[in-house]
C-alpha cells in the first residue's frame, strides 16, 4: 500500500509563488514516475508535470517556464515549485504515484486571485 500526503497549497495573488510537497510511503519501491495533476472545476484532469526515477521530466504548455517538478532521492518526496501563478492554474493539485498501478494524494487546493 502506498500513502501520498500533498502540502502546500492556499491562496495567492496573481504573479505570486508556491510550492507543493508531495510525501509517499508505504510500499514505495519501483516506482516508475511520480506527477502532478490539476482538476479545475467543471474540466477534466490534466497532468501538469512528471518526473520519472531517472530525472526525466515533462510539462503541459501552459506551465513550462513557470512550474518546476523535483524530487528528493529516491523519489520519497516530490515538489512541484510554481512561479508567475495566474488565475487559470486556480485547481485541485494532486500528486500521482506510478508503480504497477497509480496511487493519488487527496489533493491540496491552490487559488489564485486576479
Known amino acids: 500500500q502506498v500513502q501520498l500526503v500533498e502540502s502546500g497549497g492556499g491562496l495567492v495573488q496573481a504573479g505570486g509563488s508556491l510550492r507543493l510537497s508531495c510525501a509517499a510511503s508505504?510500499?514505495?519501491?519501483?516506482?516508475?514516475?511520480m506527477a502532478w495533476y490539476r482538476q479545475a472545476p467543471g474540466k477534466q484532469r490534466e497532468l501538469v508535470a512528471r518526473?520519472?526515477?531517472?530525472?526525466?521530466?515533462n510539462y503541459v504548455d501552459s506551465v513550462k517556464g513557470r512550474f518546476t517538478i523535483s524530487r528528493e532521492k529516491g523519489l520519497n518526496t516530490v515538489y512541484l515549485q510554481m512561479n508567475s501563478l495566474k488565475p487559470e492554474d486556480t485547481a485541485v493539485y494532486y500528486c500521482?504515484?506510478?508503480?504497477?498501478?497509480?496511487?493519488w494524494g487527496q489533493g491540496t487546493q491552490v487559488t489564485v486571485s486576479s
Open positions: 500521482n504515484l506510478e508503480r504497477i498501478r497509480s496511487y
Open positions: 518526473i520519472t526515477s531517472g530525472g526525466s521530466t
Open positions: 508505504g510500499s514505495i519501491f519501483s516506482i516508475n514516475a
